[in-house]
């Protein structure tokens, strides 16, 4: 259906799950700050993904843009710094810096030099990665504007009629429950943890997605998996009960 026709199916029968199961919310009652800032963020990332996704040339770019995205869980660390006056230990920063050499590892490929390839993606496809770094960024930020003004409040429904209105949309209903799940864990639960535990999504969907692509790929991507992972994990404890 294309980028944009199979992102609209997908974030429509999201809306639809998430309203039969979870009822959809009034926005009178909803947060300003949450609704409008949120809610802003929320379908900015789940636009841009699904581009950046609909966007690869090919089945290993789309596995390089979806471990671009996995930047979130360490950028949500870092942004609850300033967001959520989180504590940390100095070695968050390395653990971040781990993290980001993953992704240039992913995107090394089987090539000998990781900035010639770098180059080479950004030139034949530049659009498609820039969307790929900015929704890492924009899950960030909503998890943090969400811990902050949400107040316990879940527009998740609300939020998924937006880009089905704007493109055209599919999902399941594990996506509908796990987006719904989330969004109380964030409120409720530990930050920092959940938002580590999240570094381990990398591993699942690149093997999911290998599998379902029928690909094979190179260790330098599974290397590079690994050391997202491993970033995320350090600057999971360089918050640790701080």
């Not at 636009?47 to 996704?53: F, G, P, T």
């Not at 381990?200 to 997202?228: C, E, H, K, M, N």
Request: proline share 5%.
């Amino acid at each position: 259906m294309g980028p944009t026709g199979g992102a609209a199916l997908i974030y429509s029968i999201t809306a639809l799950l998430l309203c039969l199961t979870r009822g959809l919310p009034d926005p009178r009652v909803l947060p300003r700050r949450y609704l409008l800032v949120g809610g802003g963020l929320f379908v900015g990332y789940e636009i841009c993904l699904a581009l950046a996704i609909g966007l690869a040339h090919d089945r290993t770019q789309s596995l390089e843009l979806g471990m671009i995205n996995y930047l979130w869980p360490s950028l949500t660390i870092v942004l609850a710094i300033p967001f959520n006056q989180q504590r940390f230990r100095h070695w968050l920063w390395p653990g971040l810096l781990l993290s980001l050499c993953g992704i240039v590892w992913v995107m090394k490929g089987t090539h000998d030099s990781v900035a010639t390839q770098m180059a080479l993606n950004m030139a034949h496809n530049p659009l498609a990665y820039l969307l790929a770094l900015a929704a890492a960024l924009a899950r960030a930020l909503y998890n943090n504007v969400t811990r902050r003004y949400a107040c316990g409040s879940n527009g998740v429904s609300l939020f998924f009629i937006v880009p089905a209105l704007a493109q055209v949309l599919f999902v399941d209903a594990s996506t509908a429950v796990a987006y719904s799940a989330w969004n109380d864990g964030i409120q409720q639960g530990n930050l920092p943890l959940l938002a580590t535990a999240s570094c381990f999504t990398p591993v699942l969907s690149a093997l999911l997605a290998s599998l379902w692509l029928g690909l094979t790929p190179p260790a330098s991507f599974w290397q590079g998996v690994a050391l997202i992972t491993a970033g995320s994990l350090i600057g999971w404890r360089a918050t640790y009960r701080l």
